[in-house]
């Protein structure tokens, strides 16, 4: 069975660093595409960031854009999101989630990802 679990979040100061984590099992990390997503309250969910298997290519969106990187450890099996330069704006429920197969570059769009990890909370304080 396909199990992703976070960990890594918590509660930092603006300006500060996080790294999160997310340890992936079940399938081949080539073939896959992973991404992370945020929801913050009263917020949908957002795309904040995906890379390919295939080929590493990588997404950010506008808002973490230069903040964030995206990059994975094949040989431990596990995704990270490095944080830097954080806002309060930040602030919300990170998630990791894994498209099995892919065959084209990551997607932006939740639905087409298979798996799910259960969520790590990050809060940046003022």
């Known amino acids: 069975e396909v199990q992703l679990v976070e960990s890594g979040g918590g509660l930092v100061q603006a300006g500060g660093s996080v790294r999160l984590s997310c340890a992936v099992s079940?399938?081949?990390?080539?073939?896959?595409?992973l991404g992370w997503f945020r929801q913050a309250p009263g917020k949908e969910r957002e795309a904040i960031s995906c890379?390919?298997?295939?080929?590493?290519?990588?997404y950010y969106a506008d808002s973490v854009k230069d903040r964030f990187t995206i990059t994975t450890d094949n040989a431990k099996n596990t995704v990270y999101l490095q944080m830097n330069s954080l806002k309060v704006e930040d602030t919300a429920v990170y998630y990791c989630?894994?498209?099995?197969?892919?065959?084209?570059?990551?997607?932006?769009?939740?639905?087409?990802?298979?798996?799910w990890g259960q969520g790590t909370q990050v809060t940046v304080s003022s």
């Open positions: 079940g399938f081949t990390f080539e073939w896959a595409a």
């Open positions: 890379i390919t298997g295939s080929d590493g290519s990588t």
């Open positions: 989630a894994a498209e099995e197969f892919t065959v084209v570059q990551c997607s932006r769009y939740a639905p087409e990802y298979d798996y």
